[in-house]
Structures are given as C-alpha cells and as structure tokens.
Nanobody, 127 residues
Framework: QVHLVESGGGSVQAGGSLRLSCVGS???????MGWFRQDSGKEREGVAA????????YYADSVKGRFTISRDSAKNTLYLQMDSLKSEDTAMYFC?????????????????????WGQGTQVTVSS
C-alpha cells in the first residue's frame, strides 16, 4: 500500500479556486492515482484520475473544464486544481492509489480498485 496525505481543502465562495495536494509515500512503480469526493449521505464518486507514468487523464463530466489533475513525481505529489467552484462541489475529497501497476482505463472511477486512501480534506463552497 501507499501512504497518502491530502491537504489544501477549505471554505471558498462560488466561483473561487482551491488546489488540493496529495503527498504519497511512493509514486513508482507507476500506477493509476485519483481524486474522489463524498458528501454526507451520498456515494463516493470519482472526480479525476491519472497514470503517474504519464498520460491517461480522466475527469468526471461534472468537473470537466473546471478541474485539472497533475503530478510532480519528484515530490511524490498529486494535485487537483479546482477552478470555478460550485456549491455542488462541496464534499470531503480523497486521494487514492490503485493496487495494480497499470494505467487507469475506463474503470478509473470505481473506488473498489484502489487499495490506498488518504484521510480526506474538506472542501466547502458557499453560494
């Protein structure tokens, strides 16, 4: 497993921006890493994912054009830049790492494929 620690959450007004960071104990060998979110009473949903070896970036339709996932392998850090935030983006955001050492593919949004999770960071967007 990979040890993951998220940071960067907070409270912001609608239209604002936040950048989440996820520091991992290791980014190699390359694997699929993603951001998920979960609001109270709702299921955890995939937000974005990417292969740490490069390429293969995926986004949920609800965040396309507003969120950007990226990584700095030298710092073992995964980022989620969130712009034009909406009240419906309010949730606890989690970083996750896949157990398998392969690109994300079409199943990137299934939480069951990830075996390492951070503790989460809260994002609250007020309208």
């Amino acid at each position: 497993q990979v040890h993951l620690v998220e940071s960067g959450g907070g409270s912001v007004q609608a239209g604002g921006s936040l950048r989440l960071s996820c520091v991992g104990s290791k980014f190699t060998p390359s694997r699929c890493m993603g951001w998920f979110r979960q609001d109270s009473g709702k299921e955890r949903e995939g937000v974005a994912a990417m292969y740490t070896g490069g390429g293969g970036i995926y986004y949920a339709d609800s965040v396309k054009g507003r969120f950007t996932i990226s990584r700095d392998s030298a710092k073992n850090t995964l980022y989620l830049q969130m712009d034009s935030l909406k009240s419906e983006d309010t949730a606890m955001y989690f970083c996750a790492a896949d157990r398998a050492l392969k690109p994300c593919g079409s199943t990137w949004g299934y939480s069951a494929r990830y075996n390492s999770w951070g503790q989460g960071t809260q994002v609250t967007v007020s309208s």
